[in-house]
C-alpha cells in the first residue's frame, strides 16, 4: 500500500507561484509514475502532468506545458508540482495520484493511489 498526502496549496494573485508537494509513504515509490490531476467547481477532472517512476521522462497537458513543472526526489519520497504564472482559471483541487509501474499515464483510472487534494485558488 502507498498512502499519499499533498500538501502546499493556499491563495495566491495571479501571476504568482506555488509549488505543490505529493509525500508518499513506502520506499519503493520511487519505481512508481506518478501524476497530478485537478478538478474544479463544475468541471470534470483535468490531467496535469504526469512523470515515470524513474523521473526520465514527464507528460504535460498541452495548455500547461511552460508554466509547470513536476518533479521528484526518490530520497525523501516526495513528488512535487511547480506551478508558475498562475492563473485564475487554475483555481481547483489538486491531487496527486501514483500507479506501480514506471510509465507516466495521462488517465485517471491508470493510477492505484491518489492523495486528498489540496486547495489551489488563483485571485484576479
Known amino acids: 500500500q502507498v498512502q499519499l498526502v499533498e500538501s502546499g496549496g493556499g491563495l495566491v494573485q495571479a501571476g504568482g507561484s506555488l509549488r505543490l508537494s505529493c509525500a508518499a509513504s513506502?520506499?519503493?515509490?520511487?519505481?512508481?509514475?506518478a501524476g497530478w490531476f485537478r478538478q474544479a467547481p463544475g468541471r470534470e477532472r483535468q490531467f496535469v502532468a504526469a512523470i515515470a517512476g524513474g523521473g526520465e521522462s514527464t507528460l504535460y497537458a498541452g495548455s500547461l506545458k511552460g508554466r509547470f513543472t513536476i518533479g521528484r526526489d526518490s530520497a525523501k519520497n516526495t513528488v512535487y508540482l511547480q506551478m508558475n504564472s498562475l492563473k485564475p482559471e487554475d483555481t481547483a483541487v489538486y491531487y496527486c495520484?501514483?500507479?506501480?509501474?514506471?510509465?507516466?499515464?495521462?488517465?485517471?483510472?491508470?493510477?492505484?493511489?491518489w492523495g486528498q487534494g489540496t486547495q489551489v485558488t488563483v485571485s484576479s
Open positions: 495520484a501514483a500507479r506501480n509501474s514506471p510509465g507516466a499515464r495521462t488517465n485517471w483510472d491508470d493510477y492505484n493511489y
Open positions: 513506502g520506499r519503493t515509490f520511487s519505481n512508481y509514475a
